[in-house]
């Protein structure tokens, strides 16, 4: 199918961060060995427990759901720490990373390449007021067409209003568009409620979205080319 505009997530599709570096980091200080790759696998399971079952934190303060967050997160590593100590080490950590969120190099090369074909380029996601820094500090801002960000606009995805949107300011129908993102409950439910098809993110497969079916399914942002060529 021909599409005229591909509308983007921002965190963990366009966009990747160093947590599992960080944290690896910080265990290792504690004097717990854990391999990185492991502890992506438990950022990513943890992520999913919370998309699933609390959604919309994962946006807010994270001192707020950080030891919480940490805790569920070392329940996968099978380790016991103090949570308030690791969510204070850890918060500490981010702050001082000036490179939290890079783009992913993947990520550019198909925007790149959807401008190259003619293909509108649009971000609509859940984010605070950070959201243009991010975009402005790797450069995405001169990639993407339009951006709907939820603390702007006053609605979040799963809500259709966010799409709608989207769909106002690019002057565009939801059957001329494709959403690609990582989060099922907030992207693909709300994609397709707002009439668009969406492509989902899912590098473990069905690992922490056992009780999801959608075809619609890559392992990376690299393999959505594949609905172009």
């Given at each position: 199918?021909?599409?005229?505009?591909?509308?983007?997530?921002?965190?963990?599709?366009?966009?990747?961060?160093?947590?599992?570096?960080?944290?690896r980091?910080?265990?290792?200080?504690?004097?717990?060995?854990k391999?990185?790759?492991?502890i992506?696998?438990?950022?990513?399971?943890?992520?999913?427990?919370?998309?699933?079952?609390?959604?919309?934190t994962?946006?807010?303060d994270p001192?707020y759901?950080m030891p919480?967050?940490?805790g569920?997160?070392?329940?996968?590593?099978?380790?016991?720490?103090?949570?308030s100590?690791?969510?204070?080490?850890y918060?500490e950590k981010?702050?001082?990373s000036?490179?939290?969120?890079?783009?992913l190099?993947?990520?550019?090369?198909?925007?790149k390449?959807?401008?190259?074909?003619?293909?509108?380029?649009?971000?609509i996601?859940?984010?605070?007021?950070?959201?243009?820094?991010?975009?402005?500090?790797?450069?995405?801002?001169?990639?993407?067409?339009?951006?709907v960000?939820s603390?702007?606009?006053?609605?979040?995805?799963?809500?259709?209003?966010?799409?709608?949107?989207?769909?106002?300011?690019?002057?565009?129908?939801?059957?001329?568009?494709?959403?690609?993102?990582?989060?099922?409950?907030?992207?693909?439910?709300?994609a397709?409620?707002?009439?668009?098809?969406?492509?989902l993110?899912?590098?473990?497969?069905?690992?922490?979205?056992?009780?999801?079916?959608?075809?619609?399914s890559?392992?990376?942002?690299?393999?959505?080319?594949?609905?172009?060529?």
């Amino acid at each position: 199918m021909n599409y005229s505009y591909v509308w983007f997530d921002l965190g963990l599709t366009l966009v990747g961060n160093q947590s599992a570096v960080f944290y690896r980091q910080m265990l290792w200080e504690l004097r717990v060995e854990k391999d990185e790759a492991e502890i992506r696998r438990a950022f990513y399971q943890t992520d999913k427990v919370f998309m699933r079952e609390y959604p919309h934190t994962l946006g807010g303060d994270p001192r707020y759901f950080m030891p919480w967050y940490l805790g569920i997160l070392n329940h996968h590593l099978g380790i016991r720490l103090d949570l308030s100590l690791c969510a204070q080490t850890y918060l500490e950590k981010l702050r001082i990373s000036q490179r939290h969120w890079e783009a992913l190099p993947e990520a550019v090369e198909l925007l790149k390449t959807l401008r190259k074909r003619g293909v509108g380029t649009g971000l609509i996601s859940n984010w605070d007021l950070s959201c243009r820094a991010v975009l402005s500090h790797n450069g995405l801002d001169e990639l993407l067409d339009a951006v709907v960000v939820s603390s702007e606009v006053g609605y979040e995805k799963p809500d259709e209003r966010i799409f709608q949107k989207a769909f106002d300011i690019a002057g565009v129908q939801p059957q001329q568009c494709l959403y690609v993102g990582d989060n099922y409950y907030d992207d693909v439910v709300g994609a397709e409620k707002a009439g668009m098809k969406c492509i989902l993110i899912s590098p473990y497969g069905s690992l922490g979205i056992e009780e999801i079916t959608h075809h619609d399914s890559v392992r990376s942002i690299a393999e959505v080319s594949r609905y172009f060529d």
